[in-house]
């Protein structure tokens, strides 16, 4: 058996304040296989986002680890984490997360010319015409629709060919046919690039397209949901 490219072992988050310690998550456990797709389905409030962010690394666990594509990421410095999230991580969040002041095509180029790559404008070009948006390549973030804005994050996310791909409520705020589009692009890259895809849904249509489901309650993991 190969290593999974993500392994969460037990992981617990508390926040303290001055009312006492919340527990955010309780011993949070799953593996996933490179190239599959796991849902993160579960009520508002339960988790899901917070545990998005530690897989990331943007946040940190009280206890437990994780490991994303061999590395044992809160075992490393920020800088460490940074570079593994910079080689293998891409991200979707519900608020796109653009750069107002840089161009659709300057936003796509970014990760690439950070990773030092000569041929950013061409395959950034690249990407936003395979997201349908080769005719906005100079637009900026604010004369876009929600969808487009979204459909540029996707081309960001997607253009470094990330192993990793997390989504957070990724059509959450598109109406529904635009979010299907968005989706049915993640599906297509996943396939295509191989890349493992974690997307946090609140659509029972998207979370069963996915390899897998995993339902957070709570802070916990459903156990109906663990062992799949
Ligand atoms: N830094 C924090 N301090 C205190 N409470 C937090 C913090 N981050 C998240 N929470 C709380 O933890 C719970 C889970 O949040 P979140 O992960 O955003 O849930 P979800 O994404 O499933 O809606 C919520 O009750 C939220 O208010
Ligand atoms: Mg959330």
Known sequence: MSEPIIAVERITK???DSTGTLTILHEIDFQLPARQSV???GASGSGKSTLLSIIAGLDT???GRVRLAGADLFDMDED???AVRAEKVGFVFQSFQLLGNLTALENVMLPLELQGRTDARVLATDMLKRVGLGER???YPKVLSGGEQQRVALAR???VQPAVLLADEPTGSLDFATGERVMELMF??????G??????THDRGIAARCDRQLRIEAGRVDLATAAL
Request: hydrophobic share 45%.
């Open 195 to 200: 890349t493992t895809l974690v997307l946090v």
């Open 14 to 16: 508390q926040v303290k």
């Open 61 to 63: 666990p009280t206890t």
């Open 188 to 193: 297509e890259l996943n396939r295509e690039t």
């Open 157 to 159: 996310a997607f253009v």
């Open 137 to 139: 390549l100079r637009h």
């Open 39 to 41: 849902a993160i389905v």
């Open 80 to 82: 460490q984490r940074a």
